[in-house]
């Protein structure tokens, strides 16, 4: 059978060796390649395992093969012969597709070619459904981002990504340039299931766009640090998209008629409720507005086993003690910055469905009391982190004894903890293995 010709694209290097011109190629095992194929495992079975026809193999099996491959794999395969050649155009096998934009001599990310964009645009646009961009931390990166996305409007996209790999590259645009591109795309799609547009300059009018046109379908939304976009943009989304159940945000853009919204009966179960408090309009909103307990209790009602995780990278004292004066159901709890002490003994009081608490510092202040007060109220914890603090070796020793098995995780610094005159680091190790059920020490920081 006689080769055909690869896309010219990838036709560097020199060609497959074991690609024989006879009919034949040998193999040692391919069960594992057709396992999800009756029909191969039919046609197959007359055949000798070392002189298999992989050129006849069905189109089903040669598909799930093709879509492991790499990029340039599946272009060396097609030149075997016409059936395979069939396989690599199939509308299947370009269904996902990643976008890296990026300069080599400024960035890690290892850039796609331009010639095989070119390709992906000329040929398979229309079969694309799953789509990411990454770009760096340039500009230029952004723009050609933007670029490529408002040529995507042929093609009816199930998830759409976009991704920084550094500073947020996309904010830097020109607004009507990003907001141009992705309304392009929201425009044509009108079965999009996911959107994860962090750090971008999208706004209201392009989110309630999406809340027309993907009102059945959108199942997940992220859009933390997005300036330009206001509550009323968001909640366009809550009312109209039932389908919602998993939302990444900023804590400025929560209010009591958005939970309200979330916890309707026609709307989904939340699974996921994610909540950025980082920017300076999240500390604003901290002091100007709190969220009523009736509406985070309908939220729970509707939603009971709803993950509400927050992360906290603001270390302003009265503000965050003020947040936290009341019950909040946050599950995973992650502070980035330094963490006040009374803010702690207030986690401890008012986060009882807390699983997992995460702080990067405490300063130099035991935090003893504090820790064990939130052993004793959070009764799920099941993950503890402790960056920079200090902690008495005979207060982790009581937290282990009341957590016992159900502390899976457990992450201290050697250099945190404190010897005391009941337990100095080896023994209190022990004595927090046998509390809970598995070999434990304390990390130690690495030096180099």
């Known amino acids: 059978m006689a080769r055909r010709p690869c896309p010219t694209i990838f036709t560097s290097g020199t060609h497959n060796s074991s690609a024989k011109k006879g009919k034949y190629i040998k193999c040692c095992d391919y069960s594992a390649l057709v396992d999800k194929s009756d029909s191969a495992k039919t046609h197959l079975s007359g055949l000798s395992q070392n002189e298999t026809d992989w050129t006849e193999l069905p189109s089903l099996a040669l598909l799930l093969i093709f879509k492991h491959l790499t990029l340039y794999e599946r272009a060396r395969a097609a030149q075997v012969c016409c059936s395979w050649q069939k396989i690599y155009h199939m509308p299947q096998l370009w269904q996902s597709f990643d976008f890296v934009i990026a300069h080599p001599q400024w960035s890690s990310l290892q850039p796609t070619p331009p010639a095989l964009i070119h390709y992906i645009l000329k040929h398979h646009a229309q079969h694309l459904r799953f ?10 990166s952004a723009e050609t981002a933007c670029q490529i996305l408002s040529q995507l409007v042929h093609c009816s996209l199930k998830t759409l990504q976009l991704m920084s790999s ?6 830097q645009l020109d607004p009507s340039q990003f907001v141009s591109a992705l309304t392009l795309v929201i425009d044509k799609c009108h079965s999009l299931s996911s959107l994860a547009i962090e750090e971008t300059p999208v706004d209201d009018p392009s989110l309630q766009l999406l809340a027309t046109n993907s009102s059945n379908s959108l199942e997940f939304l992220e859009m933390k640090s997005c300036p330009r976009v206001s509550a009323r943009g968001i909640q366009a989304v809550a009312d109209h998209c039932h389908r919602l159940c998993e939302l990444s945000l900023n804590y400025h853009l929560l209010n009591d008629d958005l939970l309200l919204a979330l916890s309707t009966e026609e709307h989904a179960i939340l699974k996921f409720l994610r909540v950025e408090i980082s920017s300076e309009e999240d500390v604003q909103a901290l002091s100007v507005h709190h969220i009523a307990p ?11 086993a709803m993950a509400l995780v927050m992360y906290v990278f603001v270390s302003q004292d009265d503000n ?12 995973h709890l992650y502070f980035g910055n330094h963490m006040p002490k009374v803010t702690l003994g207030k986690v401890a009081q008012n986060c009882p469905r807390l699983t997992e608490l995460v702080i990067n510092s405490n300063g130099n202040s035991l935090i003893d009391n504090e820790i064990v007060a939130v052993a004793k109220n959070c009764k799920k914890l099941s993950s503890l982190g402790l960056g920079i603090s200090e902690l008495s070796c005979s207060a982790l020793v009581q937290l282990a004894k009341i957590c016992g098995p159900r502390l899976k995780e457990l992450y201290v610094m050697e250099e945190s903890l404190v010897e005391d005159e009941h337990y100095d680091i080896t023994h209190a190790a022990a004595e927090i293995s046998r509390c809970i059920g598995q070999d434990w020490g304390p990390d130690v920081m690495p030096v180099w």
Not at 294 to 304: K, V
């Open 166 to 171: 550094a500073k947020p590259s996309f904010l």
């Open 131 to 140: 789509v990411t961009f990454k770009v760096d931390s340039c500009r230029e």
């Open 320 to 331: 965050l003690g003020e947040f936290f004066g009341s019950i909040i159901p946050v599950t």
């Open 294 to 304: 009736e509406s985070w209790e309908g939220l729970i009602n509707h939603s009971p």
